[in-house]
């Protein structure tokens, strides 16, 4: 008899394997990219500090396997806003002017600064060579460990197809709330 197994739960094994391939990740990104819209608007509909509460849980335990300094993708993918603290530091640590970090390393949009090359100008062989002065932006993804979760999902679901934490916590908090 053949059983039909919710995606999710095909995916991976929750009680076991936890992602950490990025074209896996990255390809399940495009193949459910509907179902993570359909869950963001579940989750508008939950308790956000029983959610904040769950997702916590889920980035600690996760977050402790996964090495990110062995993975890098969010460098390759993402820029991340600087702010002038974090360009003073950057200043510091390569012994550089501000002015030639502003001018050679980043690019205003809008009100906000961001690195202006992908992947980072600062990332070699998946490594950041400024890693103890990284921006704070930087220092803080995949931003998981701050409260309003549900006031974020359309940065969490661009992030799901990025970063193997993002994945596999937005699957895991699928089976925790019973989502389909």
């Known amino acids: ?3 039909k197994r919710n995606s999710s739960q095909t995916l991976m094994n929750l009680n076991a394997n936890i992602e950490t391939d990025l074209e896996k990740i990255e390809r399940f990104g495009k193949i459910k990219e509907d179902e993570n819209f359909e869950f963001r608007i579940f989750l508008k509909q939950q308790d956000p500090r029983r959610v904040d509460k769950i997702v ?3 980035n600690r ?3 402790e396997k996964i090495d990110c300094t062995s993975c890098g993708n969010c460098c390759t993918k993402l820029k991340p806003n600087v702010t002038d603290q974090d ?3 950057l200043s510091a640590c390569l ?3 501000p002015e030639k970090i502003r001018n050679d390393y980043t690019v205003s949009e809008g009100s906000e600064q961001m690195f202006k090359n992908l992947p980072c100008s600062f990332l070699k062989r998946k490594k ?3 890693y103890d002065d990284r921006p704070d932006d930087c220092r803080s993804y995949p931003h998981l460990h701050k409260a309003d979760f549900t006031s974020r ?5 661009a992030n799901y197809s990025v970063c193997p934490i993002v994945f596999n916590v937005f699957e895991r908090l699928k089976h925790e709330l019973r989502f389909k």
């Open 128 to 130: 950041c060579t400024v």
């Open 153 to 157: 999902l359309f940065q969490v679901i």
């Open 56 to 58: 916590h849980k889920l």
């Open 95 to 97: 012994k550089i002017s």
């Open 87 to 89: 360009i003073e530091k």
């Open 1 to 3: 008899m053949s059983v």
């Open 61 to 63: 335990e996760i977050s």
